[in-house]
């Protein structure tokens, strides 16, 4: 099965999903917008409407979408619009691109239980949308955090992150 998030940078939110059992794969990307075949710059310039996404591929008998669906809105800010961190712009929105009505009618209730229990103090802006065309990013953004661990924004923002993340799985 597949899932696609766009919670932010997709370096960030990469690596998260590496690191969470039953999911085989995932592919950084882009999603959601209008230009064929767009480059990183094209997308990080916030004029072709494209998201920047991970497009996960995930077993259903080790882990159910809405179990990455936890994990999606554990691991990012879901009350800001346009914007993750210091990342500015309509390619960092929150979304999650559903590919069947399924995980459609599974994220709209996920987010409704979210906001019916006010486990954010600002609303959720999260918005569900049909996956259209996945573009892959290029080659030197997969496994980014892996292969770029001494990068300053590595260490810095998705270093702290992933441990975060990490030590929850463990209690």
């Given at each position: 099965m597949k899932a696609t998030f766009g919670g932010g940078c997709f370096w960030c939110t990469e690596v998260i999903f590496q690191n969470t059992a039953g999911v085989n794969s995932v592919r950084p990307g882009y999603m959601g917008g209008e230009r064929e075949n767009p480059t990183y710059e094209q997308v990080c310039s916030g004029a072709t409407g494209h998201v920047e996404v991970i497009e996960i591929d995930f077993d259903e008998t080790q882990i159910s979408f809405q179990?990455?669906?936890?994990?999606?809105?554990?691991?990012?800010?879901?009350?800001?619009?346009?914007?993750?961190?210091?990342?500015?712009?309509?390619?960092?929105?929150?979304?999650?691109?559903?590919?069947?009505?399924?995980?459609?009618?599974?994220?709209?209730?996920?987010?409704?239980?979210?906001?019916?229990?006010?486990?954010?103090?600002?609303?959720?802006?999260?918005?569900?949308?049909?996956?259209?065309?996945?573009?892959?990013?290029?080659?030197?953004?997969?496994?980014?955090?892996?292969?770029?661990?001494?990068?300053?924004?590595?260490?810095?923002?998705?270093?702290?992150k992933l441990s975060k993340y990490l030590k929850t799985l463990n209690h």
């Amino acid at each position: 099965m597949k899932a696609t998030f766009g919670g932010g940078c997709f370096w960030c939110t990469e690596v998260i999903f590496q690191n969470t059992a039953g999911v085989n794969s995932v592919r950084p990307g882009y999603m959601g917008g209008e230009r064929e075949n767009p480059t990183y710059e094209q997308v990080c310039s916030g004029a072709t409407g494209h998201v920047e996404v991970i497009e996960i591929d995930f077993d259903e008998t080790q882990i159910s979408f809405q179990k990455l669906l936890e994990v999606f809105f554990k691991t990012h800010d879901p009350t800001t619009l346009n914007r993750q961190g210091a990342d500015v712009g309509t390619q960092y929105r929150s979304v999650v691109f559903y590919h069947d009505e399924a995980q459609k009618q599974a994220a709209m209730d996920f987010i409704q239980a979210l906001e019916s229990e006010k486990v954010f103090d600002s609303p959720i802006v999260t918005a569900v949308e049909p996956a259209s065309r996945f573009w892959e990013a290029e080659a030197y953004h997969h496994d980014y955090f892996n292969q770029n661990p001494q990068n300053q924004f590595c260490q810095v923002v998705i270093a702290p992150k992933l441990s975060k993340y990490l030590k929850t799985l463990n209690h």
